[in-house]
Nanobody, 123 residues
Framework: QLQLVESGGGLVQPGGSLRLSCAAS????????IGWFRQASGKAREGVSC????????HYGDSVKGRFTISRDNAKNTVYLQMNSLKPEDTAVYYC????????????????WGQGTQVTVSS
C-alpha cells in the first residue's frame, strides 16, 4: 500500500527553522516526482517546492526561494524540506505529494498525498 507520512511540524518563532520529513512506503521515492504544498486556513493549496525523479531538478515557489531547501535521501526513502527564516505567513498545513517518474511541478495535481503536518510561526 502506497503511503506518505509527513512529520516535523510544530510551533516556531519568526526567524526560526524547521525540517519537515516525508517518509514513503509502498514505493521508491527516487522513482517519483515529489512535491511539498501548503494550505493556510481559508486559502488555496500552494506549491512550495518539488524535486524531480530523474536528475533531481528542484523548483521553489517565489515566496520561499532562498529560505527553503528540498532534498531527498534515497537510502531512507525520505524527502525533506528544510525551512529557514520562517515568517508568520508560512503558517499552514504542509503536505507532501508524489506522482510518476519525471519532472515535478508546483501544481497540486499529484496522485498521492500525505495527511499533512501543521507549521505555526508565531511569537
Amino acid at each position: 500500500q502506497l503511503q506518505l507520512v509527513e512529520s516535523g511540524g510544530g510551533l516556531v518563532q519568526p526567524g526560526g527553522s524547521l525540517r519537515l520529513s516525508c517518509a514513503a512506503s509502498g514505493f521508491t521515492l527516487d522513482y517519483a516526482a515529489i512535491g511539498w504544498f501548503r494550505q493556510a486556513s481559508g486559502k488555496a493549496r500552494e506549491g512550495v517546492s518539488c524535486i524531480s525523479s530523474d536528475y533531481g531538478t528542484t523548483h521553489y515557489g517565489d515566496s520561499v526561494k532562498g529560505r527553503f531547501t528540498i532534498s531527498r535521501d534515497n537510502a531512507k526513502n525520505t524527502v525533506y524540506l528544510q525551512m529557514n527564516s520562517l515568517k508568520p505567513e508560512d503558517t499552514a498545513v504542509y503536505y507532501c505529494a508524489a506522482d510518476g517518474a519525471g519532472n515535478c511541478s508546483l501544481v497540486p495535481d499529484y496522485a498521492y498525498w500525505g495527511q499533512g503536518t501543521q507549521v505555526t510561526v508565531s511569537s
